[in-house]
């Protein structure tokens, strides 16, 4: 019996590790701008809702509290344009990669049908695919490039990672059309969607998108980024309530209940606005250094309009690209780890402390 690992592409972050060494060689150390992991404080608000629920020796719900459905509900509406949203339009999740890696497997996804994602993706994705044993495939207009018959699950991931590139409204309205013509599930990561730089996200959620109905829809959300809280777990779906519905009952089976304090902090998180802009001005600031230094020092930006990072080259192989800058203790992660339309490029994130970010800077101008 084969054992499930042998279903898994290899662990890529594995093949950094020697270019990581070399970074972290540097006389003034490593920056690491490799994983886009946050790394200024919780916000205080945030923070002290967690403590006040810390007292809390019950086992919490797999739907949420009541509070926490309302706070979902209302910043649906709010932020992402959606109308006449319901609790039954909203599931708390562990985290999104929890959610990315076993959705095909609780959707009840297996041989012979397909999973979807674009042909530049975060490698979770595929993970999914493989471990409910479904077939992957890959698309640059999932439109003109499908076969509505056995596609049973489409990702969107906009802003993508790693390109930072968005999809606009049309385009969205455009492919929902089709995925509803066809009976395909429909999944939007939309995890950056609020780090929009150039242009702004629209949600699949928004009502010119969806027209006001959410069947056969699904947007994927997460605090991790947006409010610092990536250590919290804390993420949610929002969408259409038959496919909600299902997963709750399979994820109240299956335990997978978001901690009461983090709920707590979730509610905090989404009703202030104020932490929210703070973060965009750091992150702004930084990706601004970084992208005028790297053009500097001859890289070619595309796209990037988003998100937290910024995709860049030099037209060269990617790991001649990671070993250059390795070289200066600066780590980077190489575009092939998101597919072999990557391997000219590597992403750089701009999560590093401002202090990190200026020695990047300044070595780059070396």
Not at 125 to 133: F, H, I, N, P, S
Not at 183 to 212: F, I, K, M, Q, R
Request: overall charge negative.
């Amino acid at each position: 019996m084969s054992s499930v690992t042998d279903r898994l592409p290899a662990f890529p972050w594995d093949k950094l590790e020697p270019y990581k060494k070399t970074a972290a060689a540097h006389p003034d150390g490593i920056v690491d701008l490799s994983v886009g992991t946050p790394v200024d404080p919780v916000p205080d608000l945030i923070q002290k809702a967690l403590v006040a629920a810390a007292d809390s020796p019950g086992y919490p719900t797999v739907w949420g509290t009541e509070a926490l459905r309302d706070a979902l509900v209302r910043w649906v509406e709010r932020r992402l344009g959606a109308r006449g949203v319901r609790h039954a339009n909203v599931l708390p999740v562990v985290g999104s990669k929890e959610l990315v890696a076993w959705l095909p497997t609780q959707l009840g996804l297996g041989p012979g049908d397909q999973v979807a994602f674009p042909r530049l993706a975060y490698p979770t994705y595929e993970v999914g695919a493989r471990l409910a044993r479904a077939e992957h495939v890959v698309y640059d207009d999932p439109v003109a490039d499908l076969d509505p018959a056995r596609v049973k699950l489409l990702w969107l991931n906009s802003p993508s990672n790693p390109t930072g590139e968005v999809i606009g409204k049309d385009e969205l309205t455009r492919i929902v059309a089709w995925a509803r013509e066809h009976s395909v599930l429909l999944v939007a990561d939309e995890c950056y969607l609020e780090l929009g730089w150039e242009t702004d996200p629209v949600s699949v959620l928004h009502e010119d998108v969806c027209g006001g109905t959410y069947e056969g829809v699904i947007a994927v959300h997460s605090l991790s980024k947006r409010s610092n809280l990536a250590g919290y777990r804390a993420a949610f779906v929002a969408g259409d309530a038959a496919v909600l519905g299902d997963l709750l009952q399979i994820r109240k089976h299956g335990g997978m209940m978001t901690a009461a304090p983090v709920q707590a902090a979730t509610v905090a998180a989404l009703g202030d606005d104020t932490h929210v802009a703070e973060q965009r001005e750091r992150y702004a600031a930084r990706r601004t250094a970084l992208r005028e230094a790297l053009v500097a020092h001859g890289f070619r930006v595309e796209h990037s309009e988003a998100s937290l990072y910024l995709w860049v080259t030099r037209d060269e192989d990617c790991w001649q690209t990671v070993a250059h800058l390795a070289s200066l203790g600066i780590l980077v992660a190489p575009g092939d780890f998101y597919g072999a339309a990557g391997a000219r490029f590597v992403r750089v994130a701009f999560t590093a402390t401002d202090e990190r970010v200026a020695a990047a800077v300044a070595r780059l101008a070396g």
